[in-house]
């Protein structure tokens, strides 16, 4: 059974950093593109940056740029989000993906695996 668990959201100053971490298992993920999206409320749920664990070619949406980095630990099954400068916009509860292939994808339905959601609050 495929599970991805996310950790590591909470309260945090604007300007502050929070990391977070999607722990995969239940199956060999080296084939699957990992991502993290997140959702407002009232939004619908958009692309934030996604990694390969291959080749840990990353791809980032503009708004994160210079500010997230995504990377993966092979060796612990761990994807990782750390993010800096944190803006009130950012408010949104943050979601881990997988999808096979290595191709970058920004599309939810391009992904078949989910994790539960971590809540991210950033006051101003």
């Known amino acids: 059974q495929v599970q991805l668990v996310e950790s590591g959201g909470g309260l945090v100053q604007a300007g502050g950093s929070l990391r977070l971490s999607c722990a995969a298992s239940g199956r060999t993920f080296s084939s699957y593109r990992m991502g993290w999206f997140r959702q407002a409320p009232g939004k619908e749920r958009e692309f934030v940056a996604s990694i390969s664990w291959s080749g840990g070619n990353t791809d980032y949406t503009d708004s994160v740029k210079g500010r997230f980095t995504i990377s993966a630990d092979n060796a612990k099954n761990t994807v990782y989000l750390q993010m800096n400068s944190l803006k009130p916009e950012d408010t949104a509860v943050y979601y881990c993906?997988?999808?096979?292939?290595?191709?970058?994808?920004?599309?939810?339905?391009?992904?078949?695996?989910w994790g539960q959601g971590t809540q991210v609050t950033v006051s101003s």
């Open positions: 993906a997988a999808a096979w292939g290595i191709v970058r994808r920004v599309r939810a339905s391009s992904y078949d695996y």
